[in-house]
């Protein structure tokens, strides 16, 4: 099972992709585009055209991942539409992406906080 967590390097692509790319197809597309290398272990993200679907590709050390998720209904609530919002964008953030959320509207702790001692 593929885990997002917080320490995955997020690459985002902002346009949509045409989703009869393969493994390859993608690979391509993330060092042409997106001037990244997928062997790095970065979590690239990907929407088609509709917004009906997403896929994630990401390379575990002894191959790639591609995982793609086609909503049952609806379409996504949010998808960054710069290369700031894309760059900003966290783990839990696409996590609720995912299930079709907005991101803005879930109220979501900071990833790091600065803990109080427990002697003040």
């Known amino acids: 099972m593929l885990q997002i967590t917080p320490q995955h390097?997020?690459?985002i692509a902002v346009s949509p992709v045409d989703f009869?790319?393969?493994i390859d197809g993608l690979v391509a597309l993330c060092r042409r585009e997106l001037n990244g290398e997928p062997?790095?272990?970065h979590?690239?993200?990907?929407?088609?055209?509709?917004?009906?679907s997403i896929k994630l590709l990401i390379y575990?050390?002894?191959g790639f991942w591609?995982?793609?998720?086609?909503?049952?209904?609806?379409?996504l609530a949010w998808w960054p539409i710069?290369?700031?919002q894309a760059n900003a964008l966290r783990a839990v953030e696409l996590l609720i992406i995912l299930q079709q959320g907005h991101p803005?509207?879930?109220?979501?702790?900071?990833?790091?906080?600065k803990l109080p001692h427990l002697d003040e």
């Open 82 to 84: 710069n290369l700031e």
């Open 43 to 52: 979590l690239f993200a990907f929407r088609n055209t509709r917004g009906t």
């Open 39 to 41: 062997f790095d272990g």
């Open 60 to 62: 575990d050390g002894n």
């Open 66 to 75: 591609l995982c793609q998720k086609r909503f049952s209904t609806g379409k």
């Open 104 to 113: 803005d509207q879930a109220q979501i702790p900071v990833d790091w906080r």
């Open 9 to 11: 390097r997020l690459m």
């Open 20 to 22: 009869r790319k393969g």
